[in-house]
Each structure stands twice: as structure tokens, then as C-alpha cells.
């Protein structure tokens, strides 16, 4: 499986961005696809989490209200629409994809359950 992530960029503060994470190769064998930052000096941290059917997600306490992730069953891609962005929302966000099926989404919170990382791309919020 390869995962393209793009759509990264510069905003201010309250603006919103769309990131997208194409997923390719052998995509029938993904269960979820999740979300990852890092900030500078700080560990990668979970944002949020889908299922591959797009019918369950999860997310951090920190973006809940204000980012949702979704899929596009047309095509083998999951999109994170930040909104209400702040400047503790900047990092290099990653996108992975997780062969495991976990019955409970939290554990989707983990690195160690994804098999498959993107490329970052770098999301960057004045104040």
C-alpha cells in the first residue's frame, strides 16, 4: 500500500484546510486509515481515525468539533477537513493505514496498529 497525503499549506488563525491521503496498490487489504501530527520538539500524536467503510471514526479531544475526516467510496481516499484552526494546530500531518481490524476505534489512537505511513504535509497557522 502506498499513501499519497497532500493539501497542506499556510492559514491564519479560524481558517480552515482540507488535507487528502490517497491510498494505492493493495488498498482492499486496509481496515482504517488515520491521522498523525508532529510538531516541532514534540511526539507524533493521533488526530483521527476511520474505518475503511467510512461508517465509524474517532478523534482526538483536541480536534473534536473541528476536524472531521471522512472517505471518498469513489475513490481509495480519505479526507481531514480542519476547521477553526488555531496555531497549536501546526505540525507535519501524516496519514497511515492499518490492516488490523480493532473492534474499538480507540485503539486506532495508536501508532504501532498502522502498517503503512504518507509522506507528511506541513500545515502551518499564523496567529
Known amino acids: 500500500v502506498q499513501l499519497q497525503a497532500s493539501g497542506g499549506g499556510l492559514v491564519q488563525a479560524g481558517d480552515s484546510l482540507r488535507l487528502s491521503c490517497a491510498a494505492s496498490g493493495r488498498a482492499f487489504s486496509i481496515n482504517a486509515m488515520g491521522w498523525f501530527r508532529q510538531a516541532p520538539g514534540k511526539k507524533r500524536e493521533f488526530v483521527a481515525a476511520i474505518r475503511w467503510s467510512g461508517s465509524t471514526t474517532y478523534y482526538a479531544d483536541s480536534v473534536k468539533g473541528r476536524f472531521t475526516i471522512s472517505k471518498d467510496n469513489a475513490k481509495t481516499t480519505v479526507i481531514l477537513q480542519m476547521n477553526s484552526l488555531k496555531p497549536e494546530d501546526a505540525a507535519v500531518y501524516y496519514c497511515?493505514?492499518?490492516?488490523?481490524?480493532?473492534?474499538?476505534?480507540?485503539?486506532?489512537?495508536?501508532?504501532?496498529?498502522?502498517?503503512?505511513w504518507g509522506q507528511g504535509t506541513q500545515v502551518t497557522v499564523s496567529s
Open positions: 497511515a493505514a492499518a490492516n488490523g481490524l480493532a473492534y474499538s476505534m480507540n485503539i486506532y489512537a495508536r501508532e504501532t496498529q498502522y502498517d503503512y
